[in-house]
């Protein structure tokens, strides 16, 4: 048993961040005095504690102007557990992206709203509003327990996800901070009206004797610095894997008896993504079956899982610092055993789960309860108007009309609930009005089920695209795949603009981790139900070569697949060495190896350098060599093909004559169009 719980004392130097929080008063400097300067940003150590206020300062990229200050805005992250938004918090969003940020709203992958572009005279103003409108940002972001996720459907007939639901708030209340630091700075010092705290969370909170908690502290749980790292946490049902549980530093999964009464949890711990470019010691990993426990000690085990990584993560490097690389580093024997020191007793043993299966729940679903809920897909979560597509003017008229709740999905997609039969034409009509599409089997599937971060221009970390490039990337794949006969086919899609992982991009059978300017990681074999990691295939990938690459592993995929086999479970099972060889031979087979390439002028890059899918001409039932064109001022591509005899003896013509081959083409179909004149 632990008596107290001081961080270990470590001979390594703490990382920066870990003195910051500890001169901060517990969040509150130097937030609070740089919040009152009249000027553009925040300093670089009050960005830092700024984050566990939910809000990150960001630049605009696509604005950023040589010689000048950067394009300051900041980004607001909402806490929302289970993705539960109430009518007239949903309403207050939706005004201050009009009135203060950029008309967007962005579903996050945990289940939160973010709202970008606001500046930071009007930071205050748009934190209040969400707080005084039964709101939060504390804690969306920072080392400590993020957004609690859980199943996002209101079933009202299936105790499981009610229990499912209630747990995910009362864990999430379980490990809100308790500094009074964020009311001061944001309502001047007054208390929100909230709902009355659980008693029996409150009490669970403030209990002690094995060493979980702080006395005489603000913080009793975290103490004076906090985690080492961020730590999410989710629960969810046997069966449902809509939250991506293997993801998660903590989930609990209901465990119910015969009669549907909650009789505890499972408990996985160790699971994350986030990882570091060419750093092996930064690694995906997926969460690890930890033990079962009673509902009556659930609190009791969740402080133990806390306390665990808070006094042994790794505080001197925040690369290191996830509870992943603890139970990695420790083993889960290790790891469970100081669990139950804090936890003052043994735990009990895991209990048999069936199979994890993803679900969306869109379209039209009974509640249980006579009334029904709508599951909406949301491109990437981008809740705005854009030309027909006027799904934020739609959302908010039916949230207004029929002040409804609404439930954010992990999937970045929303579900309007509690809606009565009567009202389901009417809102049904102004969908439709508006461009929405409410009927999910009318959407190509490979969309419906991919994800992307939002990347440039205004996330620090990203190196590339995401969300402004996974469009054109999907209509590339979906050409890709009715070029080689495989149109029905679907799998998910993933796509991030950075290696820390927001949209989960190791869980997909296809994933691209943006690695360079145009350049993605390229990952295969996740599980169509996000229960296996996926792999690296391929370092770098230039979205001008998509084509060029994935089409050999489409064809292998399609003549070896087993049936009814996936994708992602196709390249598992086939491994990645099988993969390349094929892809190999069938690059030679198929396809002029050399490079057109025409260094003078840049205009002229690689075979498949395209940002469309290729035009090709099979007269004689082969493929043919590829050209690429491009003008410098549009950047479009276009792609011409060629017969290998042509191609070959084009090849002979500008060697002999020391020419580009592109520059003889040229010549040539100028010279013939100017003939046909």
């Known amino acids: 048993m632990v008596k107290s719980a001081p961080p270990p004392a470590s001979n390594r130097k703490p990382s920066k961040v870990e003195g910051l929080k500890e001169r901060s008063n517990f969040l509150r400097e130097p937030v609070a005095t740089e919040i009152l300067q009249d000027t553009t940003h925040f300093s670089e150590d009050a960005v830092q504690i700024l984050k566990f206020h939910g809000s990150y300062q960001q630049d605009n990229r696509d604005n950023r102007v040589k010689g000048q200050e950067k394009d300051y805005q900041f980004m607001l992250r909402t806490k929302n557990p ?24 962005r579903v996050t992958t945990r289940q939160g709203f973010q709202l970008h572009g606001i500046l930071k005279q ?41 229990y499912a639901w209630e747990y995910a708030h009362n864990v999430a209340e379980l490990l809100t901070p308790q500094t009074g630091a964020y009311y001061e700075i944001w309502l001047d010092g007054e208390q929100a009206i909230s709902a009355e705290e659980n008693p029996e969370v409150k009490a669970a909170r403030q209990q002690n004797g094995t060493g979980t908690i702080f006395h005489e502290k603000e913080e009793p749980i975290y103490g004076t610095y906090y985690m080492p790292r961020k730590f999410k946490v989710s629960v969810t049902v046997p069966g449902d894997n809509s939250i991506d549980l293997y993801s998660q530093d903590l989930s609990l999964v209901v465990i119910t008896n015969d009669n549907q ?96 299966k993803y679900l969306d729940f869109l379209g039209w679903n009974e509640q249980g309860d006579g009334k029904l809920f709508l599951g909406i897909s949301i ?25 409804l709740p609404i439930h954010l999905t992990p999937h970045q997609n929303l579900l309007i609930c509690d809606i009565e039969p009567e009202q389901k034409q009417a809102i049904e009509k102004i969908l439709n009005t508006h461009g929405v599409i409410t009927e999910p089997d009318t959407i190509d599937k490979i969309v419906r089920y991919s994800m992307a971060c939002p990347a440039l221009p205004t996330c620090g970390l990203a190196v590339t695209e995401s969300e402004r490039a996974i ?68 370092e770098r990938l230039h979205m001008n070569d998509l084509e060029t690459q994935l089409e050999p592993i489409f064809v292998y995929f399609k003549q070896s697949r087993q049936s009814e086999e996936s994708f992602g ?109």
């Open 82 to 105: 289970g993705g539960f938004v109430p009518p007239s918090l949903y309403l207050t969003l939706d005004q201050l992206a009009d009135e203060y940020g950029n008309h967007t709203l």
């Open 122 to 162: 009007n930071l205050k103003a748009a934190i209040a509003a969400i707080i005084q409108n039964m709101g939060s940002t504390l804690g969306a972001c920072g080392d400590l327990n993020r957004n609690v996720m859980a199943p996002p459907a209101p079933f009202k007939n299936k105790p499981e996800y009610q």
């Open 261 to 356: 009464e909650l009789e505890g949890f499972n408990v996985f711990a160790g699971g994350g993504l986030g990882r570091t470019h060419n750093k092996e010691e930064t690694f995906a990993r997926l969460a690890d079956p930890i033990c079962y426990v009673a509902k009556d000690d659930v609190y009791d085990l969740v402080k133990a899982i806390v306390a665990t990584q808070r006094d042994y993560g790794d505080r001197t490097d925040r690369r290191h610092a996830r509870l992943k690389y603890l139970i990695h580093d420790w083993g889960v024997d290790k790891f469970r055993s100081m669990v139950e020191k804090y936890f003052g007793k043994q735990v009990e043993p895991f209990q048999p789960l069936p199979e994890f």
């Open 379 to 403: 491109d990437n979560g981008r809740i705005k108007d854009e030309g027909n597509f006027q799904i934020k003017t739609a959302l908010r008229q039916i949230v207004e009309q029929y002040n």
């Open 471 to 538: 469009p054109g990337i999907l209509e590339r794949i979906r050409a890709l795949l009715d070029k080689v006969g495989l149109q029905n086919e679907h799998f998910v899609v993933r796509m991030t603009g950075c290696p820390n992982g927001c949209a989960r991009p190791y869980m997909a059978e296809l994933g691209f981790v943006g690695s360079a300017p145009e350049a993605y990681q390229l990952w295969l074999g996740g599980s169509p139900d996000q229960t296996r990691l996926a792999l690296p295939y391929m």
């Open 569 to 677: 479970d196709f390249c598992d099972r086939i491994g990645f060495d099988a993969i390349r060889e094929f892809a190999a031979q069938y690059e030679s087979e198929t396809a002029v190896e050399a490079p057109i390439t025409d260094d003078s002028d840049g205009l002229i890059e690689t075979m498949a350098d395209s940002t469309t899918a290729p035009i090709t001409e099979e007269s004689d039932g082969q493929e043919v060599a590829i050209v690429n064109t491009t003008t410098a001022a549009s950047k479009t591509r276009h792609r011409v093909t060629l017969q290998h005899e042509v191609y070959n003896k084009l090849k002979e013509i500008s060697q002999s004559q020391g020419k580009p081959m592109t520059q003889l083409v040229n010549e040539a179909l100028t010279d013939y169009l100017n003939n046909l004149s």
